[in-house]
């Protein structure tokens, strides 16, 4: 349902690659709320994907950029303020990449090259973002910079391998570019840690459906879907989260704040 709660506004979204994409689902959500954005992945994720469907279907402009690189987020960006005829109000950051984990290398035995390029893409593409948005003057008073995390970040997931430290990188880029944005450009920067999610990019992940199993059994309200994180997405675009900054998130259900639940305590006795 519908409450055009987006309406006027216009963003930027990265990294829907299909349907099963929580970028994808938060995509088409905006579009039904009545805002206008342009789409964006790197040129080999969008010859791998379906984002052309997306943005026929949203109406939307199409832009691709590899998010690590200067040159192409501050064209991306040049092109989306042209297309818009004004300033930025959102933004979703929703990448996240690592060699290491698609390739089955321990954390203990990391290739560390493998490591540094999923950091860069994964984490400082965020500070990239962040920072060409930043110099460009590109974003309207109380707009919303989003990106997704997740808890390994800070507890120990061993199978997340390195994207547990990409992620961690990730929140603390929003908590300290958060605040030049808030001070400087009245800009809102929060990460969203959403549960696990049976997404294209989640499946890679080794132990995936363990991991969606235990946190359904310890979660209160169970995990979050990718399209209620859609729903969340659009609250934090939204003019009633204003002075919301500098915060990570916690959709998962009530995951973060349980220590164990009775249905394991009686599976282990």
């Known amino acids: 349902m519908s409450n055009k709660l987006l309406k006027g506004k ?3 979204i990265f990294g829907a690659l299909d349907e099963k994409s929580i970028a994808w689902k938060t995509a088409e959500r905006i579009h039904e709320e009545g805002a206008e954005m342009v789409l964006t992945n790197a040129p080999v994720s969008i010859r791998m994907g379906q984002i052309e469907n997306l943005a026929l279907k949203t109406n939307s402009l199409l832009v691709p950029a590899d998010a690590t690189s200067l040159n ?6 040049e092109k989306s303020v042209s297309h818009f005829g004004s300033k930025i109000d959102f933004v979703l950051h929703s990448i996240g990449m690592s ?3 698609r390739k089955g290398r321990s954390y203990t035995d990391l290739n560390h090259e493998w490591m540094k390029k999923g950091w860069d893409v994964s984490a400082v ?3 990239k973002l962040i920072q060409s948005l930043y110099k460009k003057d590109a974003m309207n008073s109380w707009g919303s910079i989003v990106a997704l995390t997740y808890i390994a970040s800070q507890r120990t997931f061993p199978n997340y391998n390195d994207m547990a430290d990409n ?3 990730l929140e603390s880029v929003a908590r300290s570019f958060g605040y030049f944005m808030g001070k400087e450009k009245n800009v809102r920067v929060n990460t969203i840690s959403q549960s696990p999610t049976l997404t294209t990019a989640g499946m890679g992940v080794k132990g995936i459906n363990g991991f969606f199993k235990y946190a359904e059994k310890t979660s209160p309200l169970g995990n979050a879907t990718a399209e209620e994180c859609a729903d969340y997405t659009i609250m934090m675009f939204s003019d009633y989260t204003r002075k919301v900054t500098m915060q990570n998130l916690f959709h998962d259900g009530g995951f973060s704040s349980v220590g164990v639940t009775q249905e394991i305590i009686d599976a282990i006795e």
Do not use: E, R, T, V
């Open 99 to 101: 060699i290491n984990l």
């Open 167 to 169: 992620k961690a990188y």
């Open 125 to 127: 593409s965020f500070h």
């Open 72 to 77: 192409d987020l501050d064209n991306l960006i």
């Open 10 to 12: 216009k963003g930027i």
